[in-house]
């Protein structure tokens, strides 16, 4: 554990927020770039406060990703008409972009949650 705020379980956190779905928008757009990253909530959903420290959501890749992933941030956002018209021209009938247990797995990091039994030959299970 370190001693930096932003790091935890030698994950970095290169986004912040205090609501979980934009948290999860910037994790997705990492995804889509090929860099692994997690959210890592510390909200407290019980009284769905969402301001101050007891509603910090953070995004966080690993240290080697970390230049990548601020690029990936970094970069110019969609106007309203690219988002409109990547809107109009999406397929509905498109298969999900992952199985039920991969979006399961996508706020727990891609090593470390299964949430069915391994396979004999799962190195995770090793």
Do not use: C
């Amino acid at each position: 554990m370190s001693d930096d705020p932003r790091v935890y379980e030698d994950w970095v956190a290169v986004f912040s927020t205090s609501t979980d779905y934009e948290a999860d928008l910037v994790r997705d757009r990492l995804d889509a770039a090929g860099l692994a990253a997690v959210v890592l909530t510390q909200r407290d959903h019980a009284f769905n406060l969402n301001v101050g420290d007891m509603a910090a959501v953070h995004v966080m890749v690993r240290p080697e990703d970390v230049g990548a992933a601020q690029e990936v941030i970094n970069q110019q956002p969609f106007t309203d008409a690219e988002l409109t018209e990547a809107a109009l021209n999406a397929d509905p009938d498109a298969e999900d972009a992952y199985t039920a247990d991969e979006e399961g797995m996508l706020d727990s990091g891609p090593d470390a949650i299964r949430f069915s039994a391994p396979d004999d030959d799962d190195p995770v299970k090793k």
